[in-house]
């Protein structure tokens, strides 16, 4: 695997201009290509279906060439019909492919301090979708090898283009490997395209144009197989890992060669969808930090979209529509009606609604409405004026059975492509998700409608016997936030609910940590994130009567300037109160946190003190739509919002707690509820399960936090007291 910062538009244009122009220049023949056995006899491009585009572009820069006998080189190309990673059947279990594969595989290749100090070698790792289906189309051109009549075949994939110089270098290189390899036909496996990861790696040179590789090369874009290796390959299944990352352990049992450069890239101006497994752990360890924001494409252009459901016990529907990039809002039952009034604000704020309770004259304006589709699940009940037979086939799609997963009805509905993650079970009703919960929902016609179902969440609040205070004297601002589908735009002039109540609705003590000594509940961490200018190491935590302390000091530590701690809860919690004493670091350029967190789809809740702002905690919330294991992340800023405390935090211990229920989330502090959020203020309540984490980090911006000052180190926060109930 190779992550490659992507370029600027300007230059993916002139790229595209010089290809297109070299593309229509001849370039002579190549003469490894031809039909002796100890030539190149046939070329195989794996190619996806809905990527004609790539078919057309690596068609092209093949045709510039001839083979040795004069041949059109476009006259030897095959198409091999890539397994696309969108198709959940076609990446399901399959004993060609073992999905599971361990850090210390990553380390074989590409070794890194940083990565083996933070993870054992033993650590799982899971395969994306898109790594199962890379694997499993080589292995389907591996089995077209082995059971053709080619010797050796030239496997491309679609995004490829042939360097200056690439004709000569494969030549030469070709000539010396049939020179040098065992077999006088020539050799089982030659990388023509690859990108060095280790340059340690041993390397045995048989000639200036090509070497023996061990091990340390990504990619496998383009390569010489010849039969022999192919069936090599398909005797040494399944593969586990990515199937790049597994050729490395077969180089010492296959006669292979690499040119000693490579003859053949991957195209600047063209999107890869592919999502990298090991990517979360390289970021955890510090060997990529890249801190630029992720941004969402947006929400399909159809539309509004009105939706039904089936009534059954997981709403799919709507956490399919909010995984396409909608902002959804579900309605329930017992509703008042909309009135095209209404129905004409709701749509200002969202793309879609779910089960809406619409009035007559409401049903009109869907049905007069030529952009306006509606998508239903089997089974549902819908007003015969929206119903499929009335509809034309343009405005509607139907969901035949949500359990089975297909995502294509909707998709072509809306003019997007299928996602690669499956097709969602989605959450419970009683979760009541993307319900529109904020404290006053004003319609079109000014009715005030509050919902008094949610008043448990208006009203979470202060520990156990403690009288809830009106915060009225603290201040709040809120600041830049995330722009995606999952957080309300900001014409949306959000304020959080007013802080009141109390709340006793968790009672069942789950984790009781004083933390003066270590415990088996909460693990050290040894890792880090991207941002951050800080290694996090156990060393860095010391557990004394007090509390843990978390220690931040100027120590490089496998390339950033800071060393410092870090703990988090060994299991994962899906709502509660999660409660500690906290003294947070003083002084500008760090940030105490207190916070839950969950990847795979990113979702927190964060309760940080901030630098030099030593009066006020931020408040942060991060959503991303889908079951456990859907792969959204997008999220850079989330939706923070200072509260300022009206003391010095970091002058003693106070009492710090974060309530998360299915309704909404409060902030308390000793014991006062001096923020919340319900539903869509601003954003979906997080609904899966998050460990809770501790830290002292150092932001790499100094817009969150401010200048580090060297004589300020080092620093220290304490964590006591941490405690979990439900």
């Given at each position: ?106 380390l074989f290749v590409q070794p890194d301090d940083r990565l083996s100090a933070t993870f054992r070698p033993d650590e799982p790792v899971r395969m994306t979708r898109q790594e199962v289906a890379v694997a499993r189309s080589h292995i389907e051109a591996w089995k077209l090898i082995a059971a053709g009549s080619d010797h050796h075949v030239l496997v491309l994939e679609d995004d490829v283009w042939f360097r200056p110089g690439a004709k000569a270098s494969i030549d030469r290189g070709w000539r010396d490997a049939v020179s040098h390899s065992r077999d006088e036909q020539g050799p089982q496996f030659v990388y023509l395209s690859y990108s ?101 494409p947006g929400p399909p252009t159809q539309g509004p979209v009105i939706g039904w459901s089936a009534g059954r016990d997981r709403e799919s529907l709507a956490m399919a529509l909010s995984m396409l990039g909608l902002r959804v809002r579900v309605f329930d039952t017992d509703e008042p009606t909309l009135t095209p009034q209404d129905l004409e604000y709701s749509l200002k704020t969202f793309d879609a ?374």
């Amino acid at each position: 695997m190779n992550i490659a910062e992507a370029l600027g538009p300007a230059r993916h244009v002139f790229f595209r201009a010089w290809r297109h122009l070299m593309t229509a220049i001849p370039a002579g023949r190549l003469q490894s290509l031809g039909q002796r056995p100890d030539q190149i006899n046939s070329i195989l491009v794996i190619n996806l279906d809905r990527e004609e585009r790539r078919w057309r572009l690596v068609t092209r820069e093949v045709a510039r060439y001839r083979s040795a006998d004069g041949a059109p080189l476009s006259s030897m190309i095959r198409r091999l019909s890539a397994v696309d990673a969108r198709d959940g059947r076609a990446v399901a279990a399959t004993a060609d492919v073992d999905a599971t594969y361990c850090v210390g595989d990553q380390l074989f290749v590409q070794p890194d301090d940083r990565l083996s100090a933070t993870f054992r070698p033993d650590e799982p790792v899971r395969m994306t979708r898109q790594e199962v289906a890379v694997a499993r189309s080589h292995i389907e051109a591996w089995k077209l090898i082995a059971a053709g009549s080619d010797h050796h075949v030239l496997v491309l994939e679609d995004d490829v283009w042939f360097r200056p110089g690439a004709k000569a270098s494969i030549d030469r290189g070709w000539r010396d490997a049939v020179s040098h390899s065992r077999d006088e036909q020539g050799p089982q496996f030659v990388y023509l395209s690859y990108s060095l990861a280790d340059l340690t790696a041993p390397r045995h040179r048989s000639s200036d144009a090509v070497f023996r590789p061990t091990r340390g090369l990504w990619f496998l874009s383009g390569y010489v197989l010849s039969q022999e290796g192919a069936s090599a390959l398909l005797h040494a299944m399944p593969v586990v890992g990515p199937v790049d990352l597994w050729m490395n352990y077969r180089l010492a049992e296959l006669d292979a060669f690499a040119l000693g450069k490579p003859a053949l890239l991957q195209r600047m101006d063209t999107a890869s969808s592919n999502a990298y497994s090991m990517l979360p752990y390289l970021a955890r360890a510090g060997v990529v930090d890249a801190e630029r924001e992720l941004q969402h494409p947006g929400p399909p252009t159809q539309g509004p979209v009105i939706g039904w459901s089936a009534g059954r016990d997981r709403e799919s529907l709507a956490m399919a529509l909010s995984m396409l990039g909608l902002r959804v809002r579900v309605f329930d039952t017992d509703e008042p009606t909309l009135t095209p009034q209404d129905l004409e604000y709701s749509l200002k704020t969202f793309d879609a609604l779910v089960d809406p309770p619409l009035d007559p004259r409401a049903l009109r304006a869907v049905s007069d409405n030529p952009d306006a589709v509606v998508v239903v699940e089997r089974g549902a009940s819908v007003p015969t004026i929206l119903g499929p037979n009335i509809l034309s086939p343009h405005r509607t799609a139907t969901i035949e059975d949500p359990a089975v997963g297909d995502w294509r009805p909707i998709c072509r509905l809306l003019g997007v492509n299928v996602p690669v993650d499956r097709y969602p079970v989605g959450t419970t009703p009683a979760l009541r998700a993307f319900r529109d919960t904020r404290p006053v929902a004003i319609s079109a016609a000014g009715t005030h409608r509050g919902d008094p179902r949610d008043e448990d969440a208006r009203t979470s609040g202060a520990t156990d016997g403690a009288e809830g205070v009106a915060s009225s004297e603290l201040a709040h601002r809120s600041l830049e936030r995330d722009d995606t589908p999952w957080v309300l735009p900001t014409s949306d002039d959000w304020t959080p609910s007013p802080p009141r109540g109390v709340s006793d609705a968790f009672s069942r003590l789950v984790l009781d940590a004083p933390m003066s000594s270590p415990t088996q509940d909460v693990n050290e961490l040894s890792e880090t994130f991207p941002g951050n200018l800080a290694t996090f190491s156990p060393a860095n935590v010391e557990y004394r009567d007090d509390g843990a302390h978390l220690r931040l000091v100027r120590q490089p530590d496998l390339g950033r300037p800071f060393r410092s701690g870090a703990i988090a809860t060994t299991r994962q919690y899906l709502y509660g109160r999660f409660q500690a004493r906290i003294k947070p670091a003083p002084g500008s350029g760090a940030v105490t946190g207190l916070f839950l967190h969950r990847a795979s789809p990113r979702q927190e809740i964060d309760l940080e003190f901030v630098g030099a702002h030593s009066t006020r905690i931020l408040t942060n919330v991060y959503f991303n739509p889908g079951d456990d294991g859907t792969e959204l992340s997008y999220g850079y800023r989330g939706t923070p919002h200072w509260i300022e405390l009206g003391f010095d935090a970091t002058a003693d211990f106070h009492d710090y707690a974060i309530d998360w229920h299915p309704h909404g989330i409060s902030w308390l502090v000793d014991g006062r509820v001096v923020h919340q959020r319900t539903s869509w203020n601003p954003t979906p309540i997080p609904h899966l399960p998050m460990r809770l984490h501790a830290n002292l980090w150092a932001p790499r911006s100094i817009d969150l936090a401010g200048q580090f000052r060297s004589p300020e180190v080092p620093r220290e926060a304490v964590f006591a007291d941490v405690r979990v109930t439900s």
